[in-house]
Structure formats: structure tokens, C-alpha cells
């Protein structure tokens, strides 16, 4: 157990439709990243928090959105989704900026 | 932009022999470089990091070589064992920011 914990650790949904994937972060870490994992594509940061207030954007669409609350856990919000929007969906936290820990991740398969 | 460069994309090693990662990146401004190991259906978890004023950096049978010149650094596995089958991906940052991951290595070590 990393100490980042994600929800739900599977989904499948249908294209068009809106999900909420969740991610608290390791006791006393500040940070949250999102990052996505495709097949081709790799580790794609998406977006960055920190203690509530957004510090980064990646590649991010704008159908994606996050918000990180004030007991520090975070929602990535995914909305109209497509196909190629299935990937695994990772969150990481970290204290000092370097180091990142990992969650296990969320399968996101749209049909 | 891809700012780190991985290679190769698939690695398969003897057990006992020598696992070689090499990645370059463009950026000078990066100041932490780590290497992340994933397994299937986990999360990457930082194996072993440098910062560009040391030029190796040594961990059991992990090994990071830098060199800040040829803005190159690799990731050596010394004794390779099938446990060290995964996926390997290099990083970087600079300043704390986003972590900027390479396309990833996946190593497979025949027993």
C-alpha cells in the first residue's frame, strides 16, 4: 500500500457519460497530480493541486476537470467521454514536489 | 514535445546478466531524475533518483549513470532476476514541477 488510495479502481461506462474518479493523497502531502496512462502514449500529466489551489495544467482536456477539497483529497472529472478516453487514470502525491508516490490507479474502458 | 527520450522499448535480459535503460532529455533546467519501476495493474513506484551535480548513483543492484554533458542517463539493473520483469520508466522535473515521464522500458528477465 502506496498510501495515495483511488476509487474506484475499475469503471466502465458509456461514451457521452460523466465520471468522478477519486484520489486521496499519502498523509501530509500537499500535492496531487493527475497523470494519464495510455497504451501509446504513455504517462501524460494532466493536472497539478496543491493544497486546494490549482498549480499546473498539462494536456488536459477541457472536458476533464479537477478540484482538490479542503481535507487535501482530489476529484478528476471526465465528462462527454469517448472512446479514447479509456486509459488508466493515476494519481500521485508528494510533499516536497520531487518523489512522487503513486495510487494504484483507475481503469477508465468507455464503450 | 517529448522531452525525455526512452530506449528501448522492450529489453529481455538473462538472469544474472546486466539490464541497460538509457534515456536523454533536452531540458537543462531539469534538477531531479528519477527512475520508476511498474508492475501490472500497480502503480510506478520511484525506485531510484540523481540530481545532475553527482554523476552515479548506486542502490543495491540498481545503479544510476549521469551524464550532465550529453544531457543522457541510464539505469543499470546489476544480477538481473526474473522479479525485475516490469515496466521501467525514466522522469524529470525541473524545479519541482510536473514530472515529465519517458515512453517507458518493459524488461523481461527469461530465468
Known amino acids: ?111 | 514535445q517529448q522531452q525525455v527520450k526512452q530506449s528501448p522499448q522492450s529489453l529481455i535480459v538473462q538472469k544474472g546478466g546486466i539490464s541497460i535503460i538509457n534515456c536523454a532529455y533536452e531540458n537543462t533546467a531539469f534538477d531531479y531524475f528519477p527512475w520508476y519501476q511498474q508492475f501490472p495493474g500497480k502503480g510506478p513506484a520511484l525506485l531510484i533518483a540523481i540530481r545532475p551535480d553527482v554523476s552515479e548513483k548506486k542502490e543495491g543492484r540498481f545503479t544510476i549513470s549521469f551524464n550532465k554533458s550529453a544531457k543522457q542517463f541510464s539505469l543499470h539493473i546489476m544480477d538481473s532476476q526474473p522479479g525485475d520483469s516490469a515496466t521501467y520508466f525514466c522522469a524529470a522535473t525541473e524545479g519541482a514541477q510536473k514530472l515529465v515521464f519517458g515512453q517507458g522500458t518493459r524488461l523481461t528477465i527469461n530465468p
Open chain 1, 1 to 111: 500500500d502506496s498510501g495515495v488510495t483511488q476509487t474506484p479502481k475499475h469503471l466502465i461506462t458509456a461514451t457521452g457519460q460523466r465520471v468522478t474518479l477519486r484520489c486521496s493523497p499519502r498523509s501530509g502531502d500537499l500535492s496531487v497530480y493527475w497523470y494519464q496512462q495510455s497504451l501509446d502514449q504513455g504517462l501524460q500529466f494532466l493536472i497539478q493541486y496543491y493544497n486546494g489551489e490549482e498549480r499546473a495544467k498539462g494536456n488536459i482536456l477541457e472536458r476533464f476537470s479537477a478540484q482538490q477539497f479542503p481535507d487535501l483529497h482530489s476529484e478528476l472529472n471526465l465528462s462527454s467521454l469517448e472512446l479514447g478516453d479509456s486509459a488508466l487514470y493515476f494519481c500521485a502525491s508528494s510533499v516536497s514536489g520531487y518523489g512522487y508516490t503513486f495510487g494504484s490507479g483507475t481503469r477508465l474502458t468507455v464503450v
